[in-house]
């Protein structure tokens, strides 16, 4: 009987055990997802894109692409989280929240070229040195990378272009076909007047 006793102790002590590592588990899994919550989500993204079109008056796409790009690099160098889970989370907050920007960012890279930030650079230095206003400053920005990435023969990084003029600088999408097809398609002829304008607004 007093073995029966004994076995019947230990049989509890072990469930206890049980028992009391799952909840163990289960509340540190509660506290890691609230900790990825608290640091990515929409309402962050919102406000980072916010800060950034205030302090640099770019267009409200590019804002939230680079709000993303930051969280992406702040996930990175953030210690003790897990960041497979974290890039995770983030994956599906852009997935749901911001499709128009999705088939830029999921297949993202910190050491890729980035079209956008390198457009709004370029842009703002027009905007400092010619005096132009900032959507003219993109699309000639824009126009000068294609005419770059035609000399250099690079299709995959023109059509990377288009896509992201497509997407970022939907605006400009017309503009910029128009000049290609200006420029780059001879057996097309413009009126005098269109040439004009053209060379005009290209010209420094």
């Not at 799952?22 to 540190?28: G, K, L, Q, V, W």
């Not at 890691?32 to 640099?56: P, S, Y």
């Amino acid at each position: 009987m007093t073995i029966i006793i004994i076995l019947l102790i230990v049989l509890i002590l072990f469930i206890a055990m049980i028992v009391n590592g799952a909840d163990s588990r289960y509340t540190n899994n509660y506290i890691v997802d609230n900790a990825l919550k608290d640091l990515i989500n929409v309402q962050k993204i919102e406000e980072c894109a916010k800060d950034i079109r205030q302090k640099e008056g770019v267009t409200k796409n590019e804002s939230i692409y680079f709000a993303i790009c930051s969280l992406m690099m702040l996930i990175g160098n953030q210690p003790g989280i897990n960041k497979i889970a974290a890039l995770r989370v983030l994956h599906d907050i852009i997935k749901n929240e911001y499709q128009n920007i999705f088939p830029i960012i999921e297949n993202y890279k910190e050491d890729d070229f980035d079209f956008i930030e390198h457009i709004a650079l370029n842009a703002k230095h027009i905007v400092e040195e010619e005096g132009k206003d900032r959507n003219e400053a993109l699309y000639l920005t824009i126009c000068m990378f294609y005419d770059d990435l035609t000399q250099k023969g690079s299709q995959n990084g023109i059509k990377e272009l288009m896509k992201i003029v497509n997407i970022i600088y939907t605006d400009l999408l017309n503009d910029v076909m128009t000049y290609v097809a200006w420029k780059y398609q001879p057996q097309l002829v413009f009126k005098p007047e269109f040439d004009e304008y053209m060379r005009k607004r290209h010209s420094k």
